[in-house]
T-cell receptor
């Protein structure tokens, strides 16, 4: 596609429910990143993929968070048993490779846990 | 691992004023440096980047940034801001070797320009 696409753009969920956030990177981009943007907190790195593998999961805030990427393309970030502190904008970015110098961002998914 | 510090969290200026946003990073090795901008309701986009060579980098919309290695700084400047520059600005760093290739971002600076 022309850019990084994320869905849904907005998600309101009840505390305790599971949510899935989707990211469709730019075609051909092998590196994919997930960040969380909370008000006044900047961008918090969550996880990255090189191809389908995620060598570093240390950024995930708890074991309720998981992510996968299939076919070297679409990625899904899953949050289980959501909590109010999970409310944030979840951003996905992709780049041609891990060492490429520019990341292209999607518009994000605004998650609100009520 | 590298880290980024942006000192100004909120900046308010009038049109035509000069702008300088501070960015310092911590990493002892070679780095790539970036400024990203997020206009209201839009996605993050690259403003300018530094890899090597001339430490004064020019980007889009009249922005420039200067890499001062001895100060571990990469401050963003614009001589005369416009109302349309109202946005959130993020500094980011990647390590060329030994550190993390994953972009590490600062907390961001919110710029409001009054017409």
């Amino acid at each position: 596609g022309a850019g990084v696409s994320q869905s849904p753009s907005n998600k309101v969920t009840e505390k305790g429910k599971d949510v899935e956030l989707r990211c469709d990177p730019i075609s051909g981009h092998t590196a994919l990143y997930w960040y969380r943007q909370s008000l006044g907190q900047g961008l918090e790195f969550l996880i990255y993929f090189q191809g389908n593998s995620a060598p570093d999961k240390s950024g995930l805030p708890s074991d309720r968070f998981s992510a996968e990427r299939t076919g070297g393309s679409v990625s899904t970030l899953t949050i289980q048993r959501t909590q109010q502190e999970d409310s944030a904008v979840y951003l996905c970015a992709s780049s041609r490779s891990l060492m490429d110098t520019e990341a292209f961002f999607g518009q994000g998914t605004r998650l609100t846990v009520v | 691992a590298q880290s980024v510090s942006q000192h100004n969290h909120h900046v308010i200026l009038s049109e035509a004023a000069s702008l300088e946003l501070g960015c310092n990073y911590s990493y002892g090795g070679t780095v790539n440096l970036f400024w990203y901008v997020q206009y209201p309701g839009q996605h993050l986009q690259l403003l300018l980047k530094y890899f090597s060579g001339d430490p004064l980098v020019k980007g889009i919309k009249g922005f420039e940034a200067e890499f001062i290695k001895s100060k571990f700084s990469f401050n963003l400047r614009k001589p005369s801001v416009q109302w349309s520059d109202t946005a959130e600005y993020f500094c980011a760093v990647t390590a060329v070797s030994g550190g993390s290739y994953i972009p590490t971002f600062g907390r961001g600076t919110s710029l409001i320009v009054h017409p």
